[in-house]
T-cell receptor
């Protein structure tokens, strides 16, 4: 199957700083990438959908000015958590699709801890 | 609004047992349903994908069924092994370009 990577796998930062997470599709061109958040012992919740070259579509309740998403190429999307706070600590997972979301390939996730 | 529920939330079985995980969804108008496995602190591994027109899919010791009319899917694991220990998630998609709605997950522990 297709391979999706995320970097970093772990990040610890101080409250108020910004953190960037990268999501790469290694062996296919991803026209659509998705960003999810997963709190402990909870399921995945979609945060936003990004299509290459256009603005991301955010789910209800997700602050677009706080979670900046860039999908500048067919193999890379980034999620920047701006002015992170402890409540932003979570597991962030991206996925990528080249078939308008019919099948998604998931990355390994990035664990963010904000102190 | 689509809601996806999985029962049980946690399950512990001895090695070698056959087991069934359940997934139910409130809106039967789905495009497909997918079962995933998630190991602790890791991303998702897709196990089986069932299109809305299909009744079941099989891969090795795994068999997933889909009954759209009743809003249910089951994941059957035969001859369970300790390596099967993980959280199992089901997710449904309403249309080809719609988002995945994930269930609450079942945490499975297979005791050696």
């Amino acid at each position: 199957g297709a391979v999706v990577s995320q970097h970093p796998s772990w990040v610890i930062c101080k409250s108020g700083t910004s953190v960037k997470i990268e999501c790469r599709s290694l062996d296919f061109q991803a026209t659509t990438m998705f960003w999810y958040r997963q709190f402990p012992k909870q399921s995945l919740m979609l945060m936003a959908t990004s299509n290459e070259g256009s603005k991301a579509t955010y789910e209800q309740g997700v602050e677009k000015d706080k979670f900046l998403i860039n999908h500048a190429s067919l193999t890379l999307s980034t999620l920047t958590v701006t002015s992170a706070h402890p409540e932003d600590s979570s597991f962030y997972i991206c996925s990528a699709s080249n078939l308008q979301g019919v099948k998604e390939y998931f990355g390994p996730g990035t664990r963010l801890l904000v102190l | 609004k689509q809601e996806v529920t999985q029962i049980p939330a946690a399950l512990s079985v001895p090695e070698g047992e056959n087991l069934v995980l359940n997934c139910s969804f409130t809106d039967s108008a789905i495009y497909n349903l997918q079962w995933f496995r998630q190991d602790p602190g890791k991303g998702l591994t897709s196990l089986l994908l069932i299109q809305s027109s299909q009744r079941e899919q099989t891969s090795g010791r795994l068999n997933a069924s889909l009954d759209k009319s009743s809003g249910r899917s089951t994941l059957y694991i035969a001859a369970s092994q300790p390596g099967d220990s993980a959280t199992y998630l089901c997710a449904v998609r309403r249309g080809a370009t719609n988002k995945l709605i994930f269930g609450t997950g079942t945490l499975l522990a297979v005791q050696p």
